[in-house]
């Protein structure tokens, strides 16, 4: 009803802040669909306020990160989840076992990022049988949308140096980039 109100003047600019907090799963999708095809028929340019991810990931072409009453990060959403720079993005975006795992008593920790390439291939299966070397998953984040994965992977590797060195190659030559220690490496180079 407030969404009908509002539309009722014919802005050119609808401010929803926190408009699917406390919604049950299902109310949230139809009000992100509404929000969305809105955007779409009717060219309003929709801001919202949320401190849901999902929310943003789901209907947001553009993201601001306000911490402290100051914006930390802006950008297209998929170049600031895919690779937040600023600590509140890292905090907000990554899985939220990533902070406690930068070094593994027996390895060493890789963010692997998914943006849209390589979909339909079984990566980390490949990545073990092609490098014969075993990985951890300890944690992992992705999604499809429009048909392609994107979303991250947090991998424990071995600490052996070959081995490393092997997944290291295999993930630049088949294009998929990934993070040691907040230092990103970008594959087919």
Same mark, same amino acid.
Request: hydrophobic share 35%; net charge negative.
């Given at each position: 009803?407030?969404?009908? #109100?509002? *539309?009722?003047?014919?802005?050119?600019?609808? *401010?929803? @802040? /926190?408009? %699917?907090?406390? *919604?049950?799963p299902d109310t949230t999708r139809q009000v992100l669909a509404l929000l969305k095809d809105i955007n779409r028929k009717m060219g309003v340019t929709i801001i919202v306020i949320t401190h /849901?991810? +999902?929310?943003?990931? =789901?209907?947001? @072409?553009k993201v601001a990160i306000i911490d402290r009453s100051r914006i930390a990060? %802006?950008?297209?959403? +998929?170049?600031?989840? *895919?690779?937040?720079?600023? =600590?509140?993005? #890292? +905090?907000l975006i990554l899985?939220?076992?990533?902070?406690s795992v930068d070094t593994i008593e027996n390895g060493q920790v890789l963010r692997i990022v998914f943006s849209g390439e390589n979909? !339909?291939?079984?990566?980390?299966?490949?990545l073990v049988l092609e490098c014969r070397t075993p990985i951890n998953i300890l944690a992992a984040d992705t999604k499809t949308? @429009?048909?392609?994965?994107?979303? =991250?992977?947090?991998?424990e590797?071995?600490?052996?140096?070959?081995? +490393?060195? #092997?997944? /290291? !190659?295999?993930? #630049?030559t088949?294009?998929?980039?990934?993070?040691?220690?907040? =230092?990103?490496?970008?594959?087919n180079y």
């Open positions: 009803m407030a969404i009908a #109100r509002a *539309l009722a003047t014919n802005p050119s600019v609808l *401010l929803c @802040d /926190e408009a %699917t907090s406390a *919604l049950d /849901e991810m +999902k929310v943003i990931e =789901q209907i947001c @072409d990060e %802006t950008g297209e959403v +998929k170049d600031v989840f *895919l690779a937040p720079k600023s =600590q509140i993005g #890292r +905090k899985p939220q076992s990533s902070e979909t !339909n291939e079984p990566i980390m299966a490949n949308l @429009d048909g392609k994965s994107y979303g =991250q992977m947090i991998l590797i071995p600490s052996d140096e070959a081995a +490393k060195a #092997r997944i /290291e !190659n295999y993930l #630049r088949h294009g998929i980039t990934y993070e040691e220690r907040g =230092q990103y490496v970008s594959g």
